[in-house]
């Protein structure tokens, strides 16, 4: 079986080359000269390169796991001493439809494969055999598809993945990838609990109960809604909940919020949240998020219970 190089030692590429390794598949990690990250990377038993060396350009597979944004950079460095027709696997496809990495370096195969999955869950659903997804677009792909397809599928199975993986397109994954970030999974869920925690101890309600209510209760139910589905999980729950959940429904999706929520992925589409992206400091944003929470009433109350039970 071809080895597989991963390029950046972030918490998706610890994942991938902690499952990879655990399911006996050949990988190995690519960091720069004195890279932090080497001693992390070596404690577990992985093997190593420098990238830029005459020994990492040696494989044919290699998945670029650093940042996106970094992705262009990295390639107008690196891209022209891959081997011609090098498989580079990327994890989403912001970076490849932003850019135009295929149409850049032509020489290489740029395959995106993407688990439906943040790096940690990705690692813990692996070590529980739970249940993983992801998608693959081999639109750019020039070699024969059936070797490669067979690498994949050996590969998808030593990651983990046992829902798919699901054929689909570039454009396709960017452009879901996102619109599930802004509308729901990194928005609507996070800020929607704070806000409701607050309310409810601004009423007097214990801070612990709170937090179980609006936060930890979280994992569980969507557990429940992904284990049994959208209609089996209306037919779970309590009528309380039922009830509830219809009159919520109608008081929070008005018009309003269906057309704000559709903006989001026009927004997308038309490449304006491009712009956004390329106009912020990703680092300034993340400190100002990181303090806002760290100051959150539910940020506390975590603290304070993670503290208690450790």
């Known amino acids: 079986m071809m080895r597989l190089t991963i390029i950046g030692f972030g918490n998706q590429a610890r994942a991938w080359a902690q499952n990879l390794k655990d399911s006996r598949f050949p990988v190995r990690i690519a960091l720069r000269g004195k890279s932090a990250s080497y001693n992390q990377a070596t404690s577990l038993g992985l093997d190593t390169v420098e990238i830029g060396s005459e020994e990492f350009y040696q494989d044919q597979y290699f998945a670029v796991l650093i940042p996106d944004q970094f992705h262009a950079n990295f390639l ?27 149409s850049l370096y032509p020489s290489l195969n740029h395959v995106l494969f993407a688990p439906k999955s943040i790096g940690t869950e990705l690692r813990s659903q692996y070590l529980v055999k739970g249940k993983l997804g992801a998608v693959f677009s081999i639109e750019n792909l020039k070699q024969e598809e059936e070797t490669f397809l067979k690498w994949m599928e050996s590969f998808s199975k030593a990651l983990g993945i046992n829902l798919g993986p699901y054929k689909t397109s570039i454009k396709n994954e960017t452009e879901a990838d996102l619109y599930s970030e ?72 008005t018009k309003e919020f269906q057309a704000n929520l559709k903006s989001l992925l026009t927004d997308i589409q038309n490449q304006s949240f491009d712009k956004e992206i390329d106009d912020t400091n990703v680092e300034n944003l993340r400190s100002k998020i990181m303090l806002r929470w760290e100051k959150s009433p539910l940020q506390k109350t975590f603290e304070k219970i993670q503290q208690e039970n450790s």
């Open 76 to 102: 107008q460095q690196h891209g022209h001493q891959f081997k011609s027709g090098s498989i580079i696997l990327y994890a989403h496809g912001y970076s490849l439809l932003k850019n135009h990495l295929a």
């Open 182 to 253: 802004q509308g729901l999974l990194c928005s609507l869920i996070p800020y929607a609990a704070s806000e409701m925690f607050r309310d409810l101890t601004d009423k007097g309600i214990e801070p612990e109960l709170a937090y179980f209510e609006c936060w930890h209760e979280l994992k569980l139910i969507v557990n429940a809604m992904v284990d049994v589905g959208p209609k089996a999980f209306f037919d779970l729950i309590s009528p309380n909940a039922l009830i509830g959940s219809e009159k919520g429904y109608h008081k929070l999706f």
